[in-house]
């Protein structure tokens, strides 16, 4: 399984983890390419700046065609041809933070979510979704930028954490749990465990 997902709520320490996992995997001799949503190509960098800097009234049909449409640019410009060279791509966020956020956590159902993403992706979807589980307040603790989502506060991100479980519990072979809330290094060694088991 070499397309893996970071995923979780604000904070939960996707960025910081994905990039130790990914020193691991070169030291090993792996090919690594590690892509961020939303962005990730020039497409996608000026989708994300609409996205997180836009003002209140972007409604979240808006929102979650917004994500679909730079993470399908993404797909075919970066993630598929690194798929096709034999190199592992890691990616801080992919189309369950869509699921998560705008089907869980904007109350547009993950089904209806899922559909534009199916539809832009193919067969471009995460094999494996590494979702780094901590408590909202103890993530939103953690960040030092805000954004228009995550200014929200802790009722959305409620949300969201509640969709996380649902979704890991309706898909349990491909999304893996890991307590976030754990030393980081513990973290990392949780990470690399179920990406060799998956291997
Ligand atoms: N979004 C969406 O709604 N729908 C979608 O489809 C997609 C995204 C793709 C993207 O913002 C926003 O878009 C995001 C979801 C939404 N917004 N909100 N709200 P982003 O990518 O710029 O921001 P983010 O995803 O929220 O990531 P983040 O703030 O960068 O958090 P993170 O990557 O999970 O955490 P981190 O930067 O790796 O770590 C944060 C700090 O915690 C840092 O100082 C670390 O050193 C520390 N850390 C990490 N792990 C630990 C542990 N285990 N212990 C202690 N400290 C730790």
């Not at 679909?68 to 369950?96: C, K, M, N, W």
């Amino acid at each position: 399984m070499r397309y893996i997902a970071f995923e979780g709520v604000d904070g939960a320490g996707k960025t910081t983890v994905a990039g130790r996992v990914a020193d691991a995997l070169r030291h090993d001799g792996f090919d690594v390419v590690m892509v961020r949503e939303p962005g990730g190509t020039p497409i996608g960098e000026a989708v994300r700046q609409i996205l997180l800097e836009a003002g209140e009234s972007m409604v979240p049909r808006t929102e979650a065609l917004l994500f679909a449409a730079a993470r399908t640019q993404l797909a075919a410009e970066v993630i598929e041809p690194a798929l096709a060279h034999g190199s592992f791509v890691l990616s801080d966020r992919t189309v369950y933070s869509s699921l998560a956020y705008q089907g869980g956590g904007r109350n547009l159902g993950v089904e209806s979510v899922r559909e534009p993403n199916v539809w832009g992706l193919g067969k471009v979807w995460p094999e494996l979704v590494i979702w780094l589980d901590v408590d909202p307040e103890t993530g939103l603790s953690r960040e030092d930028g805000a954004d228009r989502i995550s200014n929200e506060g802790p009722a959305l991100m409620q949300a969201v954490a509640g969709a996380y479980r649902a979704l890991s519990e309706s898909e349990p072979e491909r999304i893996h749990r890991i307590d976030a809330g754990q030393d980081l290094d513990r973290v990392v060694a949780d990470c690399l465990a179920v990406i060799e088991a998956a291997s």
